[in-house]
């Protein structure tokens, strides 16, 4: 005989259905509260973000003793959470610190002279992004300790074809293929290191008045006008009327320096004055403590002090040390040719290029004296 269903709930459930009930309603009482509403977001997200940083606690656990070096117990405590932690095909979230702890790995190997390890866990950070020219430069560094040239330079290209400004590739590449032989390769590297795009804001001081202007960072001549404009004080520049000029972590060369007064309705305003008509050495001063970049002063006539418009010729040069221009001139010469030569030349660091004649003149002299 089948039992018949029952209509209504036995007295134990009706009093746990009462209990979730009365659970239910606390609950949305505590939420409409708006103070506790946002207390329990805000413990809720702190509780996800702590569970979620675990991640980034343990490769910074790896980075600290790889900084100690202790590298067996760093390669072991990288190597472990690589395994139970495996890289998703896709970068977000966590995935960030996949190549942080791709690059600590590596140097944890190669620190203990491992050379297969090192190159294998360098080749999974280049493909876990290959867009970032910082993992080619590590795989290059990294092939190169361990002799393994035609890796080195290979990677060293890549980082030029993401990064053509990147200097340290750019001598590795410069120097490998001039000793191979292939100078227009060489000369081709240097070229599109000098036309790389960089830009940066140059900044001119009058008295109280500032600007910045943008300027190409090519070595070729460039046009600009600053408005200056009222600022804080400077009492370096109020002592004596002078034009600071900060042209960031470059070589500058400035040809013509025009100084416009300021202008009233009605009135003819004092005509443009010429403060500079040919290439001058700035007198270099004192950088503050906390500035990036020298300061570079040129004195003023005392009228000239609150002008408000500074009209110039100005040329910035990309880094290049005396060597690289002297194994790019060398390539010049063996093509034969002098025009490239003298372009190049015009376009970088007066002072390297000064040096590098200085350099060559000498050795010729004591050459024709033995």
């Not at 590449?173 to 032989?181: S, T």
Request: net charge positive.
């Amino acid at each position: 005989m089948r039992e018949r269903p029952r209509r209504h709930p036995r007295p134990g459930e009706r009093t746990l259905l009462a209990a979730s009930l009365a659970v239910l309603v606390l609950c949305l009482a505590f939420l409409a509260v708006p103070s506790c509403r946002q207390a329990l977001l805000r413990h809720s997200q702190a509780t996800a973000d702590a569970w979620d940083e675990r991640w980034t606690r343990r490769v910074e656990r790896g980075e600290a003793l790889l900084a100690a070096q202790r590298f067996d117990e760093a390669a072991a405590h990288l190597e472990a959470v690589d395994r139970r932690f495996p890289a998703p095909l896709v970068k977000y979230g966590r995935d960030g610190e996949r190549e942080r702890l791709l690059r600590a790995l590596g140097a944890s190997h190669a620190a203990l002279g491992r050379k297969r390890r090192t190159l294998e866990t360098y080749r999974r950070l280049v493909a876990y992004d290959p867009l970032n020219y910082l993992n080619h430069v590590a795989l290059a560094e990294a092939a190169l300790s361990f002799d393994e040239p035609d890796e080195a330079l290979a990677h060293f290209e890549e980082v030029l074809r993401f990064h053509p400004g990147h200097l340290p590739s750019l001598r590795a590449v410069v120097g490998a293929r001039l000793d191979a032989g292939d100078w227009r390769a060489g000369v081709a590297a240097y070229e599109r290191y000098l036309d790389a795009f960089r830009l940066e804001r140059i900044e001119f001081q009058v008295g109280e008045r500032r600007a910045q202007v943008p300027v190409l960072v090519d070595g070729r001549w460039h046009e600009v006008e600053a408005v200056l404009h009222s600022g804080e004080p400077a009492e370096a520049a109020l002592a004596a009327p002078a034009l600071l000029l900060r042209p960031g972590p470059h070589a500058f060369e400035v040809a013509s320096l025009v100084l416009t007064g300021p202008l009233a309705v009605g009135e003819a305003g004092p005509p443009p004055r010429r403060v500079l008509r040919a290439p001058l050495v700035w007198e270099l001063q004192a950088a503050e403590p906390a500035a990036s970049a020298p300061t570079f002063r040129l004195a003023l006539a005392p009228e000239t002090r609150d002008w408000v418009t500074a009209r110039l010729r100005v040329r910035l040069f990309k880094p290049v040390d005396a060597e690289l221009w002297r194994q790019v001139a060398a390539a010049y010469r063996n093509l034969l040719d002098w025009e490239g030569l003298e372009r190049a030349q015009g376009r970088s660091d007066p002072a390297r290029v000064a040096s590098e004649a200085g350099a060559q003149a000498s050795r010729a002299a004591g050459g024709s004296g033995s």
